[in-house]
């Protein structure tokens, strides 16, 4: 496998878990911040639920109570009841509108309520310049309240299908069923009163009345059905009580016609009034319960903020670690990679170069002759070999070892490859044999030059591992030919200067002798031309 395929591979192993881990993490995320949001907006729903079940529950009939005392009495502390209790409606309001998420938590149902909301407050605006005014003496401008009141109602109960935890839902609808079951008994006990307190001929506002039994009954409906909490508990064991009863017996009569007596309409009139009381005070603890609700979702959402941005973290580490992990991953592959390369190319000089002396071996020498003699064809005339062998090198060996002769052939090869021509082509021939092809050179030229080498090898001193310097000599063989197309007998010029080195030899060593130059044959030139030219195969 090619390393850049397993940089691949590697990269794809490091990369796809990674990426289906973040794929993963984003999903989490996204499911986490959604939760996030939704705590958010429960926690500002219930911040809203409360405000406005404490405003129905609370402000609004304090201020239509204020307002009364001061129609009946207007002296300066009814009065100044009836401006605390503005001042108190109003605040609570204004709170009650910064409260409200944006309008695009908002459906339209619930824009429209508070829009209605918002009229009604601007009658109560209205009715209060009146009061000051003096233009309600001898009436009761509670309709406008009570009307505010209603509108409140159903702001708060638009709110419930935008909920999302089941805990403040379930309170939402415990708040509701309170407020439903309070302002109906509310509506039948001011209409019974006032049915009771005129005369014989008056007219029971029937309408009115079944309007208050059944927001009554929605309350309970919404009590019964929709919780199971401790608050609902309570308010169904009260209004189990004999007392009650009774009460809701003479509701019944009312409502049917009948005029009960005057000790049965204050026994009435008690029971009712203590229904009211008991049922505003858990109107109270119940908006009290959903604003410690919205404290804990705020908690929450708090909570849940700090693990997203915990988990957001902990994926921006675990991406720096992989990233990190892959980058090293790729360094050490291309580190690999150049080692493989480095390793290849040493293999491959290897196979060309002679280990010992770092010259061409003869396979190296086959193909960087072939390049050479190519180069030299259209700009030289002549080819000359230089074939040299060290004097005596067997005695070398036997008497100072084979550390020593490889020291030795080292040496020599570093004096020849220094001594040549920086375009000869020099290599070790073969034990302590060494062949050097001089281009653009006659057999004189290379003579010249082989003399020079020579010298500096016999000059040479060689130092052995032993510590011991060695002085070698060597003998040379040269031979030359024209450098022509249709002549590449390359291995007779190998052959003459073996030749011409046989005569150095015999001649006593230490010597150079040049061979007669090599004609080119009649025959052999023809069969060239005819073939187109072309290397000898031998080569």
Not at 319 to 339: E, H, M, P, S, W
Not at 413 to 423: D, I, P, T
Request: hydrophobic share 45%; charged share 20%; with cysteine.
């Amino acid at each position: 496998m090619k390393f850049e395929t397993i940089k691949r591979v590697i990269l794809a192993a490091i990369m796809l878990p990674f990426v289906f881990m973040l794929i993963e993490g984003v999903v989490v995320i996204r499911s986490s911040v959604n939760q996030y949001w939704n705590l958010e907006k429960d926690r500002q729903f219930a911040d809203v639920l409360a405000r406005g079940g404490s405003i129905a529950a609370t402000e609004i009939l304090t201020e239509i109570g204020a307002t009364r005392r001061y129609l009946a009495d207007p002296s300066s502390r009814t009065a100044i009841d009836m401006q605390q209790s503005r001042v108190t409606l109003d605040r609570e309001r204004h709170a009650f509108y910064a409260s409200l998420p944006s309008r695009d938590a908002l459906d339209e149902g619930l824009v429209g309520e508070l829009s209605i909301l918002s009229l009604a407050y601007s009658r109560i605006v209205a009715a209060r310049s009146a009061v000051d005014q003096g233009r309600y003496a001898g009436s009761d401008p509670g309709s406008i309240y009570w009307y505010a009141a209603l509108k409140q109602l159903a702001v708060v109960d638009a709110l419930s299908p935008l909920i999302s935890d089941p805990v403040l839902l379930e309170k939402s609808n415990q708040l509701m069923g309170i407020l439903l079951t309070y302002y109906g008994e509310r509506l039948i006990t001011g209409i019974g009163t006032r049915y009771l307190n005129q005369g014989v001929s008056a007219r029971l506002p029937v309408e009115l009345f079944v309007q208050g039994k059944v927001m009554l009954g929605e309350g309970m409906d919404h009590m019964v059905f929709h919780s199971s909490a401790p608050v609902v508990r309570n308010i169904v064991a009260y209004l189990g009580r004999s007392s009650q009863v009774k009460a809701n017996a003479i509701t019944d009569a009312i409502l049917a016609g009948s005029r009960p007596t005057r000790v049965v309409h204050d026994v009435w009139a008690a029971a009712q009034s203590e229904r009211m009381a008991f049922l505003q005070q858990k109107m109270i603890e119940a908006a009290k319960d959903i604003h410690e609700t919205g404290e804990n979702l705020s908690t929450r959402s708090h909570i849940h903020l700090t693990r997203i941005l915990a988990l957001c973290a902990g994926l921006l580490i675990l991406a720096t670690l992989v990233l990190l992990l892959a980058a090293k991953g790729l360094r050490l592959i291309d580190r690999l990679t150049q080692d493989r390369e480095a390793l290849v190319g040493e293999l491959r000089s290897a196979a060309q170069t002679d280990l010992l002396t770092g010259l061409y071996n003869r396979r190296g020498f086959e193909v960087a002759a072939s390049a050479l003699l190519t180069q030299a064809e259209h700009g030289s005339r002549w080819i000359s070999v230089v074939l040299f062998d060290l004097d005596h090198f067997k005695k070398i060996n036997d008497v100072h070892g084979h550390d020593a002769g490889d020291a030795v052939l080292r040496h020599v090869a570093g004096v020849a490859r220094e001594n040549f021509r920086s375009f000869d082509l020099l290599v070790r021939h073969g034990g302590e044999e060494f062949l050097a092809l001089l281009p653009d050179s006659t057999p004189d030229d290379a003579a010249i030059v082989a003399e020079r080498v020579r010298l500096a090898i016999e000059a040479a001193e060689i130092p052995l591992p032993s510590s011991d310097v060695l002085k070698v000599t060597a003998s040379f063989g040269c031979a030359g030919r024209a450098n022509e197309a249709t002549n590449r007998n390359f291995e007779d010029l190998v052959k003459r200067a073996d030749l011409a080195l046989y005569a150095a030899k015999a001649s006593g060593r230490n010597c150079v002798v040049s061979g007669p130059i090599m004609p080119v044959p009649v025959q052999e030139e023809r069969r060239k031309a005819a073939s187109g030219g072309g290397f000898d195969s031998r080569i």
